[in-house]
């Protein structure tokens, strides 16, 4: 058992997500950022989609019940245990009675706290995790809240590992994210597709886990910005008669009625997720197979990270 | 064959042909969104193998649909723009509740939020422009038109349909086996009831001791 102390500002348990659900108006949720919450699993022994927490700008603090193994990962944050400063990136072995504190964010939003054996809730359609506006999954469907309990399911104990330094995330800075234009492209004049290729957008403190909203220059529409609802997918840019961008996430509306100009590839989704509001974003155009190739890649990278073994 | 039996037909081909590489779809009134993973099925292919089957949509027999009656209670507290939208299309509000209550509805998606059933088959008489001013909050359960719609909200939330009344029936409820009651393709009836069996069905809802008709 992991006792919360101080949950954070919000803090909710993700696993993989809940698949096929979209078609009736429920949303996948799962981590923000994928390859994080995977690493963090791994570091733990866990399956990469086995439930872990996902916490945003400022993380738990948790007192541990029984000897464990945790590893957090995803945004640059402080982290001590029983008030000795602890690595992120890293299995960490914890004895009864030790208290994890994870601070704030440095760089990134979005951090991720695994236990060996996953978090132990009741899955709900064949998933554990949260998704906050339909009170759904996870801990009775809402963040963790002072004094909850999360039960850790059964596990042996991992080998001591840590993530290489290059294979770890660089979050902050300016950033581009890769888009395949579409699908209402159409809707909006050359001028307006010229303004969404060529400006920078600021990350608004308004953005969640359902999108990321931007601010900048106006994207100019050609025929009203209304369209006959249809779905979202994971990464759309839709822009309302505001002409402001928002990139939808894990969270997202299943269909809507905003015209989209075009999606960020998925693998570019935890870049746009993990910035901080001020942090500048610009939009880069690259085809289909492009995109299917960088996604290879990605996918490839993510997948040949060797964690190094730690002496004990 | 109207464009959204299409859209719910070639959804249903691309289930029962368990393309490979199709991961969910979510249809709405005229798309379909197929995702896909592209690392187990090539673009190019996929686009072609779903043009055929959306030929083939346009004359495949799909199951029958299931029918449904929801109790839907109109009156002024539950459907605080009952009188507003009477005004508004010339009608009294018993022609616009006899209307709206006569006609038999078919759920065309599932979206904006869990559960939330857009339907077609309102009389023509009752189309009429969306509020001017969308409601900040919506209670969960609110019957209400909206151009040539008809919607039940299924959790407090914004909207800007008109209200016209309230189901006390539950469309989502995430602690449920099946946290969803309606499906694309469903076909819904309302029987109109008064305030007091709506607080009676709310009730037995609550002690989880009511289900609506389904056929």
């Given at each position: 058992m992991i006792g919360v102390v101080d949950p954070g500002p919000q803090t909710t348990v993700q696993d993989a997500g809940r698949a096929g659900q979209m078609r009736y108006g429920i949303p996948p949720s799962g981590p923000v950022d994928r390859a994080s919450f995977v690493l963090a699993n791994r570091l733990v022994g866990n399956h990469d989609g086995a439930a872990a927490l996902e916490f945003t700008v400022m993380g738990p603090r948790l007192s541990v019940e029984a000897p464990c193994s945790i590893a957090v990962t995803g945004a640059d944050v402080p982290l001590t245990v029983n008030d000795a400063p602890a690595l992120a990136w890293t299995t960490l072995r914890l004895a009864a009675g030790d208290v994890v504190r994870v601070g704030a964010a440095r760089a990134g939003v979005r951090g991720y706290v695994a236990f060996a054996g996953g978090i132990d809730v009741p899955p709900v359609l064949g998933s554990r995790a949260t998704y906050l506006r339909g009170r759904m999954g996870g801990m009775h469907g809402r963040a963790l809240a002072r004094d909850d309990r999360l039960r850790l399911g059964a596990a042996p104990t991992p080998r001591r590992r840590v993530v290489p330094d290059a294979a770890r995330p660089r979050w902050g800075g300016d950033i581009v994210l890769r888009v395949v234009l579409g699908p209402q492209t159409d809707r909006f004049t050359e001028a307006g597709v010229a303004t969404f290729l060529d400006s920078t957008y600021e990350v608004l403190p308004q953005s969640d886990r359902m999108g990321a909203r931007l601010n900048g220059p106006r994207i100019g529409h050609a025929r009203g910005h209304d369209i006959i609802s249809d779905g979202i997918a994971l990464g759309a840019v839709q822009v309302p008669g505001d002409g402001q961008p928002i990139v939808l996430l894990v969270d997202r509306q299943s269909t809507g009625g905003y015209t989209k100009i075009a999606t960020v590839c998925s693998f570019d989704v935890a870049r746009v997720g993990q910035a901080k509001p001020g942090q500048r974003v610009r939009f880069a155009a690259v085809d289909i197979a492009s995109a299917h190739r960088l996604l290879r890649d990605s996918n490839a990278a993510l997948a040949s990270v060797e964690l190094q073994e730690i002496a004990s | 064959m109207d464009v959204n039996t299409?859209?719910?037909?070639?959804?249903?081909?691309?289930?029962?042909?368990?393309?490979?590489?199709?991961?969910?779809?979510?249809?709405?009134?005229?798309?379909?969104?197929?995702?896909?993973?592209?690392?187990?099925?090539?673009?190019?292919?996929?686009?072609?193998?779903?043009?055929?089957?959306?030929?083939?949509?346009?004359?495949?027999?799909?199951?029958?649909?299931?029918?449904?009656?929801?109790?839907?209670?109109?009156?002024?507290?539950?459907?605080?723009?009952?009188?507003?939208?009477?005004?508004?299309?010339?009608?009294?509000?018993?022609?616009?509740?006899?209307?709206?209550?006569?006609?038999?509805?078919?759920?065309?998606?599932?979206?904006?939020?869990?559960?939330?059933?857009?339907?077609?088959?309102?009389?023509?008489?009752?189309?009429?422009?969306?509020?001017?001013?969308?409601?900040?909050?919506?209670?969960?359960?609110?019957?209400?038109?909206?151009?040539?719609?008809?919607?039940?909200?299924?959790?407090?939330?914004?909207?800007?349909?008109?209200?016209?009344?309230?189901?006390?029936?539950?469309?989502?409820?995430?602690?449920?086996?099946?946290?969803?009651?309606?499906?694309?393709?469903?076909?819904?009836?309302?029987?109109?009831?008064?305030?007091?069996?709506?607080?009676?069905?709310?009730?037995?809802?609550?002690?989880?001791?009511?289900?609506?008709?389904?056929?």
């Open positions: - | 299409r859209v719910r037909a070639l959804e249903y081909l691309i289930d029962q042909k368990a393309v490979p590489g199709v991961v969910e779809t979510v249809p709405t009134y005229r798309a379909l969104l197929v995702y896909y993973d592209p690392l187990i099925v090539d673009y190019d292919a996929l686009c072609a193998q779903l043009a055929t089957l959306a030929e083939q949509a346009t004359t495949t027999a799909m199951p029958p649909a299931r029918e449904l009656e929801l109790p839907c209670c109109y009156d002024g507290e539950l459907g605080p723009d009952l009188e507003a939208a009477a005004k508004r299309l010339t009608l009294s509000v018993d022609e616009l509740v006899r209307l709206h209550a006569g006609a038999e509805y078919l759920v065309y998606f599932i979206g904006f939020t869990p559960g939330l059933p857009y339907m077609t088959g309102a009389p023509e008489r009752l189309t009429i422009p969306r509020l001017d001013t969308p409601r900040v909050k919506v209670p969960a359960g609110s019957v209400a038109i909206g151009g040539i719609q008809c919607c039940i909200y299924s959790v407090d939330s914004p909207g800007g349909f008109w209200l016209l009344g309230r189901t006390p029936v539950r469309l989502y409820d995430p602690s449920a086996a099946e946290p969803i009651l309606l499906r694309p393709g469903d076909r819904v009836r309302f029987r109109r009831i008064e305030r007091r069996e709506f607080d009676d069905i709310a009730a037995r809802v609550a002690a989880g001791d009511f289900r609506p008709v389904i056929r």
